[in-house]
């Protein structure tokens, strides 16, 4: 072969791989992902060019964007904030540095990851919840074509709560509603519904609840925000009083999961545990979020729940040092947390 031709022959042979290294990633909430090349962003959705169609994925469909030539220190930073370690994330993140010369969508992830974390610690008394604020309501500000824009504003939500705000948090969640998508409008419902049951009042709270129940729609992620709608319902009977409508329901709903689907299980028992609580049936509570403990805790928020109420339940019935280790696994796994905060 003539020298020419086989530099050529290697160039062909090589060009491939190099090609196909480089490549953007769409990871979804259901699993799976789709990869190729990032064609636009926007708050609602992100599109994709892969080997055979365009893709435009919803938001609400989203698990997380990996950019080709993103900081490696940045998928670690979501790794770790996924898994609740806040801290770890913002030193990563802080190791990726700042490079003005990144890809605007690069950018907006480092910027979003930063303000989000430096809440949630807040949120477990880890940080300044005012400078936090102050970073998600720029971050929201600056960044109206971000698809992190929607989850900057529940954080927002999520921080005001924590601080007492309900009413404030509710006008917050209301501009995620603004969305085109229907499970976009869903969530915002559930958070304010969530909201209001947080500062007792129920029954604006079950309104909320059984019109999310009523709603018929086949939206990709209208049914998990159904479920988490359904669980919140129980909680707001049994806290008025129908502990039996409420225990009801989330059977119901603990029947319905199937047994992959850890996370919802767990929801269901820390919510079956939340019921038997409003009726003063400790040991029954307790052994409700055992479930969790022992069986579904792989979802740090619900593992992270599950400890905070056995740390207080394993005392109430007479188990110091049971109730001692769960508060010791709670502030070693999940010290972000605010549930870590409680117990100390």
């Known amino acids: 072969m003539k020298p020419v031709h086989w530099i050529l022959s290697l160039v062909i042979l090589v060009a491939p791989a190099t090609t196909a290294s480089a490549v953007d990633r769409v990871r979804l909430v259901e699993g799976g992902s789709a990869s190729g090349t990032i064609q636009k962003i926007t708050r609602d959705a992100v599109t994709i060019e892969t080997i055979d169609r365009t893709i435009e994925v919803p938001v609400i469909q989203i698990r997380a964007v990996l950019f080709d030539d993103e900081p490696s220190q940045l998928g670690q930073a979501r790794i770790n904030t996924e898994n609740g370690g806040y801290e770890t994330a913002l030193e990563k993140l802080n190791q990726a540095g700042d490079d003005r010369s990144a890809a605007k969508g690069i950018q907006q992830d480092l910027a979003y990851y930063r303000a989000y974390c430096a809440a949630r610690l807040a949120m477990g008394g880890e940080g300044e919840a005012t400078q936090a604020g102050r970073a998600l309501t720029e971050f929201v500000r600056e960044n109206p074509d971000s698809y992190h824009y929607y989850a900057a504003v529940e954080a927002l939500g999520d921080l005001l709560v924590s601080i007492g705000r309900e009413e404030q948090a509710e006008r917050t969640y209301a501009q995620i509603a603004k969305a085109p998508s229907l499970g976009l409008k869903a969530r915002s419902a559930l958070l304010i519904g969530r909201s209001l049951q947080s500062r007792g009042e129920h029954e604006d709270a079950l309104r909320r609840f059984d019109a999310l129940l009523a709603a018929k729609a086949n939206e990709p992620g209208i049914a998990i925000i159904q479920q988490a709608a359904q669980l919140a319902k129980a909680e707001s009977l049994a806290a008025t009083g129908d502990l039996e409508g409420g225990l009801k329901l989330t059977r119901d709903a603990i029947r319905a999961a199937s047994a992959q689907e850890t996370a919802a299980l767990a929801a269901g028992y820390n919510t079956l545990g939340r019921c038997y609580e409003e009726a003063d049936r400790s040991k029954d509570a ?33 188990k110091p040092d049971e109730a001692s280790d769960a508060a010791k696994r709670l502030r070693r796994q999940y010290a972000a947390s605010p549930q870590a905060r409680e117990v100390r």
């Open 286 to 318: 307790l052994f409700a979020y055992l479930h969790t403990d022992l069986l579904f805790n792989s979802d740090p928020a619900t593992h992270a729940e599950a400890l905070a109420h056995l740390a207080k339940l394993w005392r109430s019935v007479g």
